[in-house]
């Protein structure tokens, strides 16, 4: 039975005021902590109950319902692999989906420590979700189209982006591809199916079934995959792109990265007390929560909604369960607003440690061969970055020429961008 | 009403072939000419699927091009551009229909951050060939909400054009250029002219028209486009350049021909790029100004252009520009004619600038 | 199993275009008639299999979920009452919810012929759904506070509107209310404690839970109902009302008349292929379903979700299925989208018809009463309108004074009005 | 940079007890003294509860009145702004916080179409007195979507006044007159000068100071109000007026300064109402005006601002109005500093001005 006022932060349940007249009877929600605090997930119902069935790709949704409030799983507890969802991938395909968190990994590190360096301006880690970009990635054809939010950076990985060129356009010089718009990780690749990122949370997530419906009006087979944070879930995009897909069947895989935090603020603020994957089953689209920490699942998962979209059953909402082990940003402290280490507390473990346990357990890896992984992609990000560097800092370039800014605000320049532009090169 | 030579740079098609055209029929013939030439035309919005448009401007193009090109959709316009949006990066045309200009407001953030933005954020790789219709402005009692011209918002936002056409000749080659244009384009149709040239209300002076009786209201048949950017002299004059768009262009016509000024009025077509040309040229001419539009005045897209004269044209003005616009209110149900700039309110503006001498 | 492009009206399926070349896949829904199609109405569900129990107010929303997708009713096709919804409402109650849907038509029947004389600018009627603003707005306090569309007039006359001032406000006359700014039926009453309606579709939805919030952060008890159509649901504004609603468990009645069109839009547009009560669950919001037409399961249904609201366990989704049976407005001929006489296959029949007829088995009520009864409320409605013409008419006035549009813009005109007034005032 | 007399009328709190204070703690000041006296006042936004803001402004409000008054919000800025009308209609008087002001078009319907008109299409009935404070302008290598300045927009839409502070003393005094204000007020906060005032990029011969050396730094400790509608005077002179408003009030002074013009410099502060009389005065007495912003250029509230001077002064010009501003291009993220007006332009526009004889 709710509880009126329940669950309140002590001290905030009463509502002083100057007339002290009112006492608040609003509920506000909490998370899984506050610094001091002693970590709780056990509000987020991580088991999986419910979801250890696997129906076929083109099912009614109710008979998906159950997946949307339980939790798909694959690898257990022990790292033991198994169910239904047990996915039938190549012994190279795993390994290859090792080496692609492992060297997202040390990409982010290796970015984030720039950056306190002031090389870049911004930057954005992924540590603790490179399964979900990584596995959904692979899981995908790369004739499919993506439009992810700014923490997917696995899927460049995966896709084969030139990480010069990433590091390039993360540092605005003369050969990035945005010619020094965009802030740092809002990365565009269009030879690789990859979208422009927006700086405005969610509004890629409504863009992904326009673009799905076009495919499906074109007859064409490709589908589209998107993703957006747990967090921005709230914005009205996500809405609509849900309304969307359903109405056109449109295929379509809408992702929602729950990772617990949105800056600041907890899951709950944008979940109304269920899941998110639940979200999806009042438009009509199945909806399936998974382990987002387990390779395994999140491929698995995702592969089931490629072939419902690819068959023309339209459109999927995965959640995927995860957890933000870095800061929002590099303009955050975590620990201002969460219990210090709480990630050491997160119950469904680390992607990388998950996945490459599993394969030693397979007897396909071994912890020297993870070591000699680690530092041969350290070594390359290395490498990667000192090329970067040669192409021009943010600080003192080479950039691309200034004039360039009034390049592609429309597609022939007007007469008054060339006299604005004419102004500015009269300054110089 | 006649069109000077400056309308001569048009890539008209100067065939026979024209009839009589309301602009609810331009639009519509546009929307046809369009989508016949190029499968990636597709028109969406709320009822313009099989109703056709609640002011009837998608008539017709369900039933020749069935529901999935003449998209209905749910009533969400953020949805709606968005959806748009996705469909432009993978290679279609849609042209939305906002249903009414006021309704616009949902769809702004897709607007602004995303359609007019992309091609910019993404160095040129991605972009999205949408046009936007919307029903604007007021004169038919529609209130608030049913009324509004927001055009003013979307021209201080880079990236999109934003086009307003006067006639039916104007509005099927404008909108047939901004849905072949590679950039979004914001088409406002005034709708107090969408069934005949209106010069305002009958206690003002004014009165509608039918498009039968206008010239502009004979329109080519086929694919033509007129290019985005050049205003149309609509009166060649000397005392006073008179710069409207959309309804008042008429309104300002007719109070131009009453008062017997001999006003130069230029019709501007396309307020983003402005054809600031034609209109230094007229000003430097007549050594006077008077803008108009429909819009609330402050901030309105009335304000650029004067401020735009007075930076072209300082040394060649003989008297302050004014600006004849909207009140700064809501658009009131009762008092739309108090609201509605009158020919009346014109001709005053036109008078007191020229009483400098 | 969804099929796709299934579902296609004939002739709109496969995609011509100049090329040829392409063949959509998209799927695009349909509805219930289009001119000439016999009406169907199989695809709405309207049966009461899941919602034939009635949980405590204070329920889980899992508890209630079937609610969602079933059909509450207590009269029967046979107009007999009974099951677990029927309230207990006194004979008094009941004969004036009767007598409250009888004016409304009558008011509806009148505006829309003067309207037709060009005497207002638009109407809106509500025909066919009357029993959900009666039964709605009788269920709840006056003190409690309502958000709601264009079509529930019959919240004002339940509320005591003085009929004559409803008239003055649709003629805008200088007794309006709203001063003459608004088109007709965009009410406003504050002493009613009834918001100002807005032309703006949905916005209204989630201002009601920000009231809500603000109730509830006082500490009152007061509760906010708000309602918004089918075809409404898709703004983003609903979502926002869900999940505010859904988040601080605000004590708001989200109420959605789904009467089958929007415009000339199918219901089918929004609701994505299932319920709207079901689009609640996602939000942890019960949900529930209920026959619009049928005033007693109304007025059950509303009861309920007041008493969760106000005893402070947060928000309840009603979706009401009826028919509009009028035109959307003045504006429209219905008849050029959906079959003639649609409304005559309409499976829930008529609200007043159904409770005239109750009261009438109950021998509360008879036939001669009832023909009294309209022939009473038709008079009293032309007396209130002529009375109302006193007042002024919108084309001769009297209206308030001109200058008054240039009043509560602000609620101090600042300098640039008083300069544009006085500008007017010289035109003049 | 000293303050005339023009700010006279402010119904200042002429206590001696002042502290030093950055815009940030201004702004937290004002909500700590709205807080304290008034119940009914709570501030709502994305991460602005336990958090504080992600620029601080919120800091301390939770602890102090709890999770109710200092209210983390779902990332919808619609539904905020919808839920804030509702609690305003309510009885409170909720101050949203956008976390930046480029996040402000989602929330744009419920502003425009609603939050504006409320009083108005209700007669006088109904109002919503909701504050929205937004983080505004560049200078933070925020890139196209953590640097807009979208005042000009709001400044168009009636039923809105639109503030923008440059100085910790006139921010927390114009936050507590837009908090205690029955009208919707949009409060723009440049975040350039959250920390210190700001006098253009280094390399353009401006930089950074701290707001504990200027005076405008020194901030009451306790509740004072500065009129909405009133500019202030920054520095008198005789050569030309100079209009700008935000961090732009900054590197104008500097210009000024190093330019050795004698120009006379208002802040605007409040830009709806605007205080059209003290920009008359001035710009009837100098002859000449330039207009300073950092939003782009086309339709931007500069526009208005030569509307109004050209109107009201037109017989005293001596010159064209010079705009200075943002370019019409997004904000890049690597040429911030050509894109952001600098001194040089600003001087190069005065000289323009005043070669002009
Ligand atoms: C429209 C909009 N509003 C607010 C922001 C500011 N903002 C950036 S990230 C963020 C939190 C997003 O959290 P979530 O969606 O959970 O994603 P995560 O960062 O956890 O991956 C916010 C509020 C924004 N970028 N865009
Ligand atoms: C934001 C917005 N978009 C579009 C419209 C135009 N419009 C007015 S009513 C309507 C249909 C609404 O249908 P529904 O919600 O089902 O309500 P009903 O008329 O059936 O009661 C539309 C599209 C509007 N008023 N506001
Ligand atoms: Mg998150
Ligand atoms: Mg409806």
Redesign the pocket.
């Given at each position: 039975m709710p509880k009126t006022g329940g669950n309140q932060p002590a001290g905030a349940h009463s509502h002083p005021g100057a007339s002290g007249a009112w006492v608040s009877k609003l509920h506000v929600p909490t998370g899984s902590s506050r610094p001091g605090e002693v970590p709780d997930f056990s509000a987020l119902h991580l088991v999986s109950d419910g979801a250890l069935f696997r129906p076929e790709p083109d099912c009614e949704v109710r008979d998906a319902e159950p997946l949307a409030r339980g939790l798909v799983r694959v690898l257990d507890d022990e790292g033991v692999a198994g169910g239904p969802w047990l996915p039938e991938l190549s012994d190279e395909h795993l390994l290859q989906g090792l080496r692609h968190m492992v060297q997202v990994r040390a990409y982010d590190e290796r970015m984030f420590r720039m950056q306190r360096q002031g090389q870049l301006s911004f930057y954005?880690k992924s540590t603790g979700e490179e399964a979900v970009a990584v596995a959904q990635g692979m899981a995908l054809d790369s004739g499919d189209m993506l439009f992810p939010?700014?923490?997917q950076q696995g899927l460049l990985f995966v896709r084969g982006r030139d990480v010069v060129d990433m590091m390039c356009h993360c540092i605005s010089n003369a050969r990035d591809n945005c010619k020094g718009r965009q802030m740092p990780v809002f990365y565009t690749w269009k030879d690789g199916n990859f979208f422009s990122i927006s700086?405005?949370?969610?509004?890629q997530f409504s863009q992904a079934v326009g673009w799905a419906m076009a495919s499906a009006y074109k007859g064409e087979d490709h589908i589209a995959a998107t993703w957006?944070?747990?967090?921005?879930?709230a914005?009205a995009d996500v809405h609509n792109a849900m309304l969307f897909a359903a109405t056109y069947r449109a295929p379509v895989i809408l992702n929602i990265?729950?990772?617990q935090?949105?800056?600041s603020?907890p899951?709950s603020f944008?979940a109304g007390g269920t899941t998110f994957a639940a979200r999806a089953l009042g438009y009509n689209i199945p909806g399936i929560r998974v382990d987002g920490n387990d390779f395994l699942a999140v491929h698995a998962v995702t592969d089931w909604a490629v072939q419902r979209a690819r068959q023309g059953f339209g459109p999927t909402v995965i959640e995927l369960v995860t957890y933000?082990v870095a800061g929002?940003?590099t303009s955050d402290n975590p620990d201002a607003y969460r219990a210090h280490n709480e990630s050491d507390a997160w119950p469904l473990g680390d992607p990388v440690t998950r996945l490459k346990d599993y394969l030693i357990g397979r007897e396909l890896w071994s912890e020297p061969q993870q070591q000699a992984l680690e530092a041969e992609l350290k070594e390359a990000v290395s490498r990667d970055w000192k090329q970067a560097l040669s192409h021009g800092s943010l600080e003192d370039g080479p950039h691309w020429p200034v004039a360039t800014m009034f390049d592609d605000v429309f597609q022939h320049m007007p007469a008054h961008l060339l006299r604005q532009r004419q102004q500015l090169e009269e300054e110089e | 009403m006649s069109r000077s030579a400056s309308t001569a740079t048009e890539t008209e098609q100067r065939a026979a072939d024209r009839e009589t055209m309301s602009m609810v029929q331009a639009i519509n013939s546009a929307l046809h000419c369009t989508m016949a030439a190029d499968p990636a035309v597709l028109v969406m919005g709320e009822d313009v699927g099989f109703f056709g448009g609640v002011f009837r401007c998608t008539e017709g193009l369900y039933e020749k091009y069935g529901a999935h090109r003449a998209l209905d959709t749910p009533i969400t316009e953020g949805g709606i551009v968005a959806a748009a949006i996705g469909m432009g990066v993978n290679g279609l045309r849609p042209v939305v229909e906002m249903q009414f200009a006021d309704y616009i407001y949902p769809a702004i953030?897709q607007i602004i951050s995303e359609l007019a933005r992309l091609r910019h954020r993404s160095g040129g790789e991605f972009f999205a060939p949408v046009t936007i219709r919307a029903p604007c402005g007021g004169g038919i009692r529609g209130g608030q909400t049913h009324s509004q011209s927001p055009e003013g918002i979307f021209t201080h936002v880079c990236g999109l054009k934003t086009v307003m056409p006067s006639n039916p000749y104007d509005a099927k080659g404008l909108l047939i250029s901004a849905i072949e244009d590679d950039d979004p384009v914001m088409f406002f149709e005034p709708k107090r002219i969408y069934n005949g040239p209106f010069h305002g209300h009958d206690n003002n002076g004014g009165g509608s028209g039918s498009w039968n009786d206008h010239p502009l209201g004979q329109v080519p048949v086929g694919h033509y486009r007129i290019p985005l950017g050049k205003a149309a002299t609509i009166r060649a004059g000397r005392q006073v350049t008179v710069l409207a768009y959309g309804t008042m262009v008429h309104v300002a016509a007719e109070a131009i021909r009453t008062s017997g000024i001999d006003a130069e009025l230029l019709d501007l077509r396309s307020l983003l790029p402005l054809d600031i040309e034609a209109v230094a040229e007229s000003v430097q001419k007549t050594g006077r100004c008077v803008v108009i539009h429909e819009a609330t005045r402050t901030s309105g897209y009335g304000a650029e252009l004067v401020a735009e004269v007075q930076e072209t044209c300082f040394w060649h003005l003989r008297a302050p520009i004014e600006r004849v616009t909207g009140w700064d209110t809501p658009y009131p149900h009762a008092f739309e004619w108090e609201y509605f700039p009158s020919q009346r309110r014109i001709v005053d503006a036109l008078q007191r600038t020229l009483a400098y001498h």
């Open positions: 954005i939010a700014y923490r700086g405005n949370l969610a509004t957006v944070g747990d967090g921005s879930t914005e990265v729950n990772n935090w949105a800056i603020t899951q944008a933000r929002h940003s | 953030d």
